[in-house]
């Protein structure tokens, strides 16, 4: 029988496009996902967090799109906030 990893961690780079007001730009896209397979049950955690764009906009709300799905992002003291999902 094979023993499984308690924890497993994956990222994934996507493709996405951020938009505000008179902005948009490309950017790339970082999909974490963490499973812990304690017993009895498995817990997941998965994040997004935005790793490079093409134009760097000011501090602000913006809009995501990743994968056809919209959030509403937030860029503070030039860092972008990670999204929790």
Same mark, same amino acid.
């Given at each position: 029988?094979?023993?499984?990893?308690?924890? @497993?961690?994956?990222?994934?780079?996507?493709?996405?496009?951020?938009?505000?007001?008179?902005?948009?730009?490309?950017?790339?896209?970082?999909?974490?996902?963490?499973?812990?397979?304690?017993?009895?049950?498995?817990?997941?955690?998965?994040?997004?967090?935005?790793? &490079? &764009? &093409? @134009?760097?906009?000011?501090?602000?709300?913006?809009?995501?799109?990743?994968?056809?799905?919209?959030?509403?992002?937030?860029?503070?003291?030039? @860092?972008?906030?990670?999204? @929790?999902?």
């Amino acid at each position: 029988m094979e023993k499984r990893k308690r924890e @497993q961690h994956t990222t994934d780079h996507l493709q996405g496009i951020i938009r505000g007001e008179s902005f948009q730009s490309d950017c790339t896209v970082a999909l974490s996902t963490k499973l812990n397979h304690e017993k009895p049950h498995v817990a997941v955690w998965t994040s997004l967090r935005i790793t &490079a &764009a &093409a @134009q760097t906009p000011p501090d602000g709300i913006y809009r995501l799109e990743v994968h056809g799905r919209m959030f509403n992002v937030r860029r503070v003291g030039g @860092q972008w906030a990670a999204i @929790q999902l």
